[in-house]
Structure formats: structure tokens, C-alpha cells
């Protein structure tokens, strides 16, 4: 499902490679994103904190290669079947409130499956929800969730198992989030974290 287009900007984003065709630019952010998943995923320790600033990161690592915003927040509003993610305006603070209040909550490790089941939903929920960058804030955010579990010693997420029926739901648990209605997402979560 794509965006709304903000007026005055074309369906194909600029890009440092000044590719024009929707096909090669899927291609190219999609290699960018794994690399960056592999590249983090080795250098994951039970050290490392997730914060606006990894967020950030993540981003950056995926798509500095194709954009000049990687990494950075967006500064055009944004909308998906007539759900307006937050204010352009307002992400810094979205994204400190967020930090403040969830990320910089989360323990260094887990005592259970479904604390740390939990967690995820919250984290991957709000970010989808505030929706920070341009481009790419699903992958970013399902890059995150797959470190958080892997971090715990679980293996990645299996956002495969998402069909036609299960992406309803996603969006439904996404929008739950915006009232912090986690429950949904909870749900979700823990249908697709192998035990």
C-alpha cells in the first residue's frame, strides 16, 4: 500500500543513483536493509541499547547509499489509506516521548517470553505509528524488532507468515497503538516470535 503523496513531490522519490524505474529502487533499498539487518545482527551484544539515535541508525545504514534523508526525520506529513501518521512537525518530539518513555524502559534482558513478547509490540507499534522517515519506516522498525528478540536469544521475527488476513490485523494493532491500546499488537507479536 503505498503513501499519499505530498503535493509537489513525483511517486519516485529522488535518489543518489538517479534511479527512475519503481522496480530497481525496490531492489536497492531492499539490499540496503538486509545488509544493514546482517551487519547489526553480528555486531548485537547485551550491551547495546535501543534508542532514537540506533533507530537512526538503522536507517541510515540501509538507505544512505539511495537517499539523503536516511537517517533523518521527515519533513513532509504523511498519510496511508487515510491514516495520517504524526506531524512532520511534531517528530522530535514524538521520538523523545517515545524514547523517554518506552525505549529507554526496556531491561537489558528478559525473565520471559512474554515480557519480552510485550515489549517488542510496544516498541515495533509506536514506531510504525509515529512513522519518523520518509521511506522505509516498516523495515526499519521490523529491523528493530528482530534485534530486540534476537538480543534475547530468540531467533528472528517471522513476519513471512504475514498473508492478506494477518495484514489486517497488523494494520488494526497499528492503529491500536495510536490510543495505546497495545493489546493487539501483543497478540500479533506473539503469534509471530518462534518459540
Known amino acids: 500500500?503505498?503513501?499519499?503523496?505530498?503535493e509537489g513531490e513525483s511517486e519516485i522519490l529522488s535518489n543518489k543513483l538517479g534511479l527512475k524505474d519503481p522496480q530497481d529502487i525496490a531492489i536497492?533499498?531492499?539490499?540496503?536493509?538486509?545488509?544493514?539487518?546482517?551487519?547489526?545482527?553480528?555486531?548485537?551484544?547485551g550491551r547495546t541499547r535501543f534508542n532514537t539515535k540506533y533507530i537512526q541508525k538503522i536507517h541510515k545504514m540501509a538507505?544512505?547509499?539511495?537517499?539523503?534523508?536516511?537517517?533523518?526525520?521527515?519533513?513532509?506529513?504523511?498519510?496511508?489509506?487515510?491514516?495520517h501518521f504524526s506531524s512532520a512537525k511534531h517528530l522530535e518530539q514524538s521520538m523523545k516521548e517515545f524514547?523517554?518513555?518506552?525505549?529507554?524502559?526496556?531491561?537489558?534482558?528478559?525473565?520471559?517470553?512474554e515480557l519480552l513478547v510485550t515489549d517488542v509490540a510496544k516498541v515495533h507499534g509506536e514506531l510504525?505509528?509515529?512513522?519518523?522517515?520518509?521511506?522505509?519506516?516498516?523495515?526499519?522498525?521490523?529491523?528493530?524488532?528482530?534485534?530486540?528478540?534476537?538480543?534475547?536469544?530468540?531467533?528472528?521475527?517471522?513476519f513471512e507468515k504475514i498473508g492478506e488476513k494477518e495484514f489486517e490485523q497488523y494494520v488494526f494493532a497499528v492503529q491500536s497503538?495510536?490510543?495505546?491500546?497495545?493489546?493487539?499488537?501483543?497478540?500479533?507479536?506473539g503469534q509471530i516470535l518462534p518459540s
Open 1 to 6: 500500500m503505498k503513501y499519499r503523496i505530498p
Open 28 to 45: 536497492s533499498e531492499f539490499e540496503g536493509f538486509l545488509q544493514a539487518e546482517i551487519i547489526l545482527t553480528e555486531n548485537l551484544h
Open 63 to 83: 538507505l544512505s547509499h539511495l537517499y539523503n534523508f536516511a537517517g533523518k526525520y521527515r519533513n513532509v506529513n504523511l498519510s496511508k489509506a487515510g491514516f
Open 99 to 113: 524514547e523517554d518513555n518506552i525505549l529507554l524502559k526496556l531491561p537489558s534482558s528478559y525473565s520471559s517470553r
Open 128 to 158: 510504525l505509528f509515529i512513522h519518523p522517515f520518509r521511506e522505509g519506516n516498516g523495515r526499519t522498525a521490523r529491523i528493530l524488532a528482530n534485534l530486540m528478540v534476537r538480543k534475547a536469544g530468540f531467533s528472528a521475527l517471522e
Open 177 to 189: 497503538c495510536a490510543v495505546k491500546n497495545y493489546e493487539p499488537m501483543i497478540e500479533f507479536i
